[in-house]
Every structure is written in structure tokens, then in C-alpha cells.
């Protein structure tokens, strides 16, 4: 199956077409990001027999020309929000890549890391406002299947709430990698810095026959 089946599929459940309805009168009615047309980016630049990681968001940013489908991603020439500096920085502190120039991260998912957040629409400068309207169980099916059809995929679970997301990955299967969020507040309380997610996926990927992100 591909993304476009799963996604074909799903949209034909009553929970989708309630969601539907919403979203559309959102962005009929509000300033809605990310841009219709990249609500689905993060399926789009990786497709499903490409995954080899999963990174779980929350909420797309919520603030004018960041948000691009993508979790912790933002546009070319936007500056990084300070979740995205973190992990940047975590990044170069655990296998050396220099900070980039830019915080579009599709660079990552076209090399098989699916950046998937929880709920992919927001409401302009209201983080959570499209939350408990059905994402949730589109963004879960998606894990699932992932979860159920593949094997020796590295799950990123950043904070509680993507660990509670991450509840239903088989452990058997796959390698998940908990810590804290690397949002400015768990950074600086020791959550976050240190995690070595990136070495460890590689590790584990290489160990698995699968070629290396280069984070």
C-alpha cells in the first residue's frame, strides 16, 4: 500500500468527512497554516516503503510562513524556532553535521524520515485549536501501519505527548528512542541535550542493513 491509498482510504471514514468539514470552514473563514496544499507534505516527501524514521510533532508552527507540513520544520529563509535550535544543535553535537543554513527539513524526508506531527492544520497564532477534530486518529492509523507493515524502523519520541502517540509501536519490530522535548523549557532542564538520537538511529539503521540518515 502507499500513502496515497492509505490516505484515499481513510478520507472515506465518517471521522474524515467531519474533519473535512472543519477544515475547510477553517480555512475558508481563518487563517489556517500550514497552506492547504502542504497539509500532506510530510507523506509526500516520504513515501512508505522509503520510512526508516519517524519523528512525531504536535502542532504545525502556528506563526505566519513557518509552518511547511513537515513537524519542527520551517520554509527557507525563516528563523529557526528555538525547538528547531535545539535540535540542530543536538545534531551537531552528536555526529558533527555543521548547523545548516536553512530549517526546511525535507532534505530528511526525502531520505526516508517521516516528520509527521499529531495534527497536521492549526489556526494562525492558536496553538492546539484544530486538536480533538480527528487528526489524531488519521495521524494513529498512519503509526499503525507503519508499526504493523514494516520492521526496523526508528521511532523518535520527543516528550510526553509523543511518547503517549507512541504507545501502540511494536517494540519487537522496531527501535523506539524516548527523551524529553527539545522546546526551550525541558532543553534546559537536562531532557533534552545528550539524548543521541541521531547516532543511535544511524547505528541501528546500519545494523539493519539500511543506509544511514546524514542528518
Same mark, same amino acid.
Given at each position: 500500500?502507499?500513502?496515497?491509498?492509505?490516505?484515499?482510504?481513510?478520507?472515506?471514514?465518517? %471521522?474524515?468527512?467531519?474533519?473535512?468539514?472543519?477544515?475547510?470552514?477553517? %480555512?475558508?473563514?481563518?487563517?489556517?497554516?500550514?497552506?492547504?496544499?502542504?497539509?500532506?507534505?510530510?507523506?509526500?516527501?516520504?513515501?512508505?516503503?522509503?520510512?526508516?524514521?519517524?519523528?512525531?510533532?504536535?502542532?504545525?508552527?502556528?506563526?505566519?510562513?513557518?509552518?511547511?507540513?513537515?513537524?519542527?520544520?520551517?520554509?527557507?529563509?525563516?528563523?529557526?524556532?528555538?525547538?528547531?535550535?535545539?535540535?540542530?544543535?543536538?545534531?551537531?553535537?552528536?555526529?558533527?553535521?555543521?548547523?545548516?543554513?536553512?530549517?526546511?527539513?525535507?532534505?530528511?524526508?526525502?531520505?526516508?524520515?517521516?516528520?509527521?506531527?499529531?495534527?497536521?492544520?492549526?489556526?494562525?497564532?492558536?496553538?492546539?485549536?484544530?486538536?480533538?477534530?480527528?487528526?489524531?486518529?488519521?495521524?494513529?492509523?498512519?503509526?499503525?501501519?507503519?508499526?504493523?507493515?514494516?520492521?526496523?524502523?526508528?521511532?523518535?519520541?520527543?516528550?510526553? %505527548?509523543?511518547?503517549?502517540?507512541?504507545?501502540?509501536?511494536?517494540?519487537?519490530?522496531?527501535?523506539?528512542?524516548?527523551?524529553?522535548?527539545?522546546?526551550?523549557?525541558?532543553?534546559?532542564?537536562?531532557?533534552?541535550?545528550?539524548?543521541?538520537?541521531?547516532?543511535?538511529?544511524?547505528?541501528?539503521?546500519?545494523?539493519?542493513?539500511?543506509?544511514?540518515?546524514?542528518?
Amino acid at each position: 500500500m502507499t500513502w496515497k491509498q492509505f490516505i484515499e482510504a481513510e478520507q472515506q471514514k465518517e %471521522y474524515y468527512q467531519q474533519l473535512k468539514r472543519f477544515v475547510e470552514h477553517e %480555512y475558508a473563514t481563518q487563517t489556517v497554516f500550514p497552506p492547504k496544499e502542504f497539509i500532506f507534505n510530510a507523506f509526500r516527501w516520504c513515501k512508505l516503503d522509503d520510512v526508516k524514521v519517524v519523528i512525531l510533532g504536535q502542532d504545525p508552527y502556528h506563526g505566519y510562513g513557518q509552518a511547511n507540513g513537515l513537524s519542527f520544520s520551517v520554509n527557507d529563509g525563516i528563523p529557526f524556532p528555538p525547538s528547531l535550535r535545539n535540535i540542530f544543535a543536538e545534531v551537531s553535537n552528536d555526529v558533527g553535521a555543521p548547523i545548516p543554513p536553512s530549517g526546511n527539513l525535507e532534505r530528511w524526508a526525502k531520505q526516508g524520515v517521516l516528520l509527521l506531527n499529531d495534527v497536521l492544520t492549526v489556526r494562525q497564532a492558536s496553538p492546539g485549536s484544530h486538536q480533538k477534530q480527528g487528526w489524531e486518529i488519521f495521524t494513529e492509523a498512519a503509526i499503525e501501519k507503519i508499526s504493523s507493515e514494516k520492521e526496523g524502523v526508528v521511532f523518535m519520541l520527543w516528550g510526553n %505527548y509523543a511518547q503517549k502517540k507512541g504507545k501502540i509501536v511494536d517494540r519487537n519490530k522496531h527501535l523506539v528512542l524516548n527523551s524529553g522535548h527539545p522546546s526551550p523549557m525541558s532543553a534546559n532542564q537536562g531532557k533534552w541535550f545528550g539524548n543521541k538520537h541521531f547516532s543511535q538511529a544511524n547505528q541501528y539503521l546500519s545494523a539493519n542493513g539500511k543506509e544511514p540518515i546524514f542528518w
